[in-house]
């Protein structure tokens, strides 16, 4: 038939399960054909989803959920698999469009498998262009298909975009909530816990990017991501401090004009953007109530209190895997600030120093390379990590 046939990558997840939800609004499966769905540990949410969408294919990446899917999902046709190359097996499994939704490095691997089979993309995970980059880029463009951002900020630009006048574009106005600790100081950063820091003001997501909005680690991701997304030098990337969050970004040209796009902290706006592209859907969710909101605030962002923002502009600058070495460094530090091994604050420093140890590495040409840099730079931050216990 002529239904848009979809595969949702990480669908158990915050993104993943708004992505089925509009996918619900636009018809469901009237309108839908599921490839596959992929996610990790939450097995009976992945099972309920595969039957309610009708998937040809549900796929945990732990090997060890295998028996629990495949018992949850017995009888209904649907096929079961698990592991690293089944993940990549559901980005390379046929269809029209691709929501990228799975946290971290690990949805690399099967975004590209997608990507290089020329599926429309819907980027949500930011992880991919931060630690690939051009060759991210590179690999769409080869497949044909198209790039379009979820990640708010991007969405936002990507819409402010006017056709034919990339030439005119002056610079790219990323805006940033400022996240828990906005107005804290570094003192009272020191001693919190992930508990404390996952607590976001206005968006509710997944606990990386929440903790990530608190350390500002996230903003960093994004300017880097920007920087693929739209072909733009560092010094066009601007990061603004806006706490209600109701600007999602900015462009601004050659005549001074700056556009943007607004709405209220909900995720569906992007992803049925990227889902329907280049028509608008028709969706429900909260419209905007200016004179409820009354006002806008703007603050500029502190490099001290945050250092993740330096770091990103210190990543830009020098280029190569740089990038890939903040990313990888900020998913072990990230990992060990949850299980309470380091404190919030060491987060940002250590992985400074992974990118300090690692400045003589050049530009990656291939994705080996890529994933090369990506473990090194973990094997680094893992060292680093446990020195400090051993320290303290
Ligand atoms: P969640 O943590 O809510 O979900 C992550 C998804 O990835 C889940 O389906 C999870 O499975 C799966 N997953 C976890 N670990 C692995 C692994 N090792 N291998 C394969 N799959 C895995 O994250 P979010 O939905 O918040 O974010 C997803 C991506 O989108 C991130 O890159 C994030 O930065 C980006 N993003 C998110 C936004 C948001 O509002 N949430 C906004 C903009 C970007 P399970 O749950 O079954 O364990
Ligand atoms: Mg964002």
């Not at 987060?347 to 080996?368: K, L, N, W």
Request: glycine share 8%; aromatic share 6%; proline share 3%.
């Amino acid at each position: 038939g002529n239904k848009r046939r979809i595969t949702i990558l990480g669908s158990t997840g915050s993104i993943g399960v708004n992505t089925l939800d509009v996918v619900n609004q636009l018809g469901g499966r009237d309108a839908f054909e599921v490839a596959a769905i992929t996610g990790n540990s939450n097995i009976a949410l992945l099972a309920e989803q595969a039957k309610a969408c009708g998937a040809e294919l549900a796929v945990t990446a732990d090997e060890k959920h295998y028996p629990a899917l495949k018992d949850a999902l017995v009888g209904t046709g649907i096929e079961v698999a698990a592991g690293a190359a089944a993940l990549i097996e559901a980005g390379a499994r046929p269809s029209d469009w691709v929501m990228a939704a799975i946290v971290g490095t690990a949805g690399l691997a099967p975004t590209l498998a997608a990507a290089s089979r020329g599926a429309d993309i819907g980027l949500a995970n930011k992880e991919c262009l931060v630690s690939a980059g051009e060759l991210f880029v590179k690999a769409v463009a080869e497949g044909g298909g198209r790039l379009i951002p979820v990640d708010s900020e991007h969405s936002a630009i990507f819409q402010s975009l006017e056709d034919d006048q990339h030439h005119a574009v002056e610079r790219i106005v990323l805006t940033a909530s400022g996240g828990p600790f906005r107005t804290w100081t570094r003192e009272q950063m020191a001693g919190v816990t992930a508990d404390i820091a996952r607590a976001h003001p206005n968006w509710s997501m997944g606990l990386k990017i929440s903790i990530g909005s608190a350390s500002m680690f996230n903003k960093a991701l994004e300017m880097v991501e920007a920087k693929h997304l739209f072909n733009v030098r560092p010094e066009q990337i601007e990061v603004i401090v806006h706490p209600q969050s109701v600007i999602h970004s900015m462009v601004g040209y050659s005549d001074g004009s700056v556009l943007a796009q607004l709405g209220c902290p909900d995720m569906r706006t992007a992803i049925g953007y990227a889902l329907t592209y280049p028509d608008r859907p028709t969706l429900n969710v909260e419209r905007l109530d200016f004179a409820k909101l009354a006002r806008l605030d703007f603050e500029a962002p502190d490099e001290v209190r945050f250092p993740a923002l330096r770091l990103a502009r210190m990543a830009l600058e020098r280029g190569g895997v740089q990038a890939a070495v903040m990313n990888a460094a900020e998913e072990i530090s990230f990992h060990a600030f949850c299980a309470g091994r380091i404190g919030f604050l060491d987060m940002a420093d250590i992985v400074e120093r992974v990118m300090e140890e690692m400045t003589s590495h050049g530009s990656a040409t291939t994705m080996d390379q890529v994933f090369a840099a990506d473990a090194e730079a973990r094997r680094r931050a893992g060292d680093l990590i446990a020195r400090n216990e051993l320290a303290a």
